[in-house]
């Protein structure tokens, strides 16, 4: 501990950030590199706890509560306080392979357990993370780092979001030959098409990919399991297959008028923006332009907001994101105590632009969407709502009820659908013949393996665990890889 003081020397600063009303103009990341001195003085502020609860990542009351990938937190901390920047690189890659992801868009579980949280804000984790990695990059102390030898066994993945490269990234260097199939013209998954260029510029990305490829890892894009190539034909040429395709089957509204033209989901929308803005191929007829339309957001987490921040990149008229849930207290309350994820009202990057651009914070609270209204031609042109309240039934159970005389119509020419996931598409799982859950997660053979039903086929990420975090899938990726370096060693045992 560097600076025994530095928690109550310092206050907490964020990163800083672009004036809201000029980064609507572009399409660049929304943050600003932090001097090396203001890193520097958020390192001093940790507190090096006995037991760092920053890095347990587990689970407490439904939510992650600090880091899964159990990054050294408290010892990085320390070193950028003392300046001792190269160190500090070493220690946080020995955990996260891609820390120039998660230092971007992870929302900070850590943060969240964080010691220092019990009585004032956090430390600044998240930014020191990415400050440490972008200096790696800057200083040119990253460099590919190539296996001495191959083992000779051949791996596939299926899918290259960061559960894939994760497990990529650990079976390569391990020494084994690692091959990952991507359907979409370039890799990186949701890194890529789902999350907005303002939030992870799409460069960061590629040199990640370009990184992985120099040190021996082979990319095949454009290639979907099942038409381009078989699964029987994956099984046959490769030691052991790792199904990392995501869960990216959009759940859907079943209401009135959900047939209008203009009613899409989030993520068709954000991926075609980032096609657009990337300058992929992207049929006309499927871009989804916001300029000078009425826009609606149906769902009240990130991928909404994305949305919004989207939108207002194209020029909306106008935009407003409806939420389910009541909005959040201003502070922790007495069921949602630390180190549990602090379920608190925040200001998203996006309504913070909203707010500059159109005068209000464009989420509206406790709203029920009732039914979608088109014109003679059948494109979207109004949405109905009421609003509910929570109130307990005769059973004392909490429901969630409409108020009455609370019914509005809102003119709407978008409106997009961003309520969250319901786990993997099936074409990938039933080629391969591997059993799910429910119909919706890949099954294991065990809760904390990652085999599946399928000798030598193995899944990892969104596709076994749910939608979840990036962190959570780099976890997934590399513990996957570690079971399949067992299976591997039994296999050639047998022999």
């Not at 800083?16 to 890193?39: C, F, G, H, I, Q």
């Not at 347990?56 to 159990?70: A, N, R």
């Not at 984790?125 to 440490?132: F, L, P, Y």
């Not at 294991?444 to 990420?461: C, E, H, L, R």
Request: hydrophobic residues 35%; negative net charge.
């Amino acid at each position: 501990m560097g600076k025994p003081t530095g928690f109550l020397d310092y206050k907490r600063e964020d990163i800083l950030e672009r004036d809201p009303k000029k980064r609507v103009k572009d399409w660049n990341e929304y943050t600003l590199p932090a001097p090396d001195s203001l890193m520097q003085r958020q390192g001093a502020r940790c507190m090096d706890c006995a037991t760092p609860f920053c890095h347990i990542g587990m689970e407490i009351s439904g939510t992650t509560s600090g880091c899964p990938i159990h990054n050294l937190i408290p010892e990085w901390n320390d070193l950028v306080y003392r300046g001792r920047w190269k160190e500090a690189l070493d220690r946080l890659l020995k955990t996260n392979n891609f820390p120039e992801f998660t230092g971007r868009v992870c929302p900070a579980p850590c943060e969240g357990s964080c010691t220092v949280e019990i009585s004032e804000p956090a430390v600044t984790i998240k930014n020191i993370e990415r400050a440490i990695i972008d200096k790696g990059f800057e200083k040119g102390w990253i460099t590919p780092r190539i296996p001495r030898s191959r083992s000779g066994k051949k791996i596939a993945i299926v899918g290259s979001g960061p559960a894939g490269l994760a497990a990529a990234d650990q079976l390569n260097q391990s020494g084994h030959t690692v091959t990952v199939y991507e359907r979409a013209d370039r890799a990186g998954g949701l890194l890529v098409y789902g999350i907005p260029n303002m939030k992870l510029d799409k460069r960061i990305v590629e040199r990640r990919i370009n990184l992985l490829r120099q040190e021996g890892i082979e990319f095949i894009l454009n290639t979907e399991i099942g038409r381009d190539i078989s699964a029987e034909q994956l099984r046959s040429e490769y030691d052991a297959v790792i199904l990392c395709t995501g869960a990216q089957k959009q759940r859907d509204l079943e209401l009135e008028g959900r047939d209008a033209a203009g009613v899409h989901f989030a993520m068709d929308y954000l991926t075609g923006a980032s096609q657009r803005l990337l300058g992929s191929h992207v049929h006309e007829e499927k871009y989804i332009d916001a300029e000078g339309k009425d826009v609606i957001v149906i769902g009240g987490g990130d991928t909404g907001a994305d949305c919004v921040a989207t939108a207002l990149r194209q020029k909306c008229r106008s935009v407003v994101q409806f939420g389910k849930y009541p909005k959040l207290p201003g502070a922790r309350t007495p069921d949602n105590m630390w180190p549990e994820l602090p379920n608190v009202f925040t200001l998203d990057y996006a309504y913070e632009e909203a707010a500059a651009v159109h005068g209000d914070d464009p989420r509206q609270y406790s709203v029920q969407t009732k039914k979608l209204v088109a014109d003679q031609n059948g494109s979207l042109k109004e949405l109905h709502t009421v609003q509910m309240e929570r109130v307990q039934d005769e059973n004392g159970v909490w429901i969630m009820q409409e108020v009455p005389g609370t019914e509005r119509v809102w003119p709407a020419q978008l409106v997009f659908i961003a309520i969250g996931f319901e786990g993997p598409e099936h074409p990938v799982l039933s080629a391969f013949g591997v059993e799910t859950v429910q119909n919706r997660r890949v099954a294991t053979i065990a809760p904390k393996s990652y085999q599946t039903n399928v000798d030598g086929v193995f899944a990892a990420g969104d596709a076994r665990r749910g939608q979840s975090l990036i962190v959570w899938a780099i976890r997934e990726g590399r513990e996957v890889a570690a079971e399949v370096e067992a299976y591997l060693k039994l296999a050639a045992a047998a022999v």
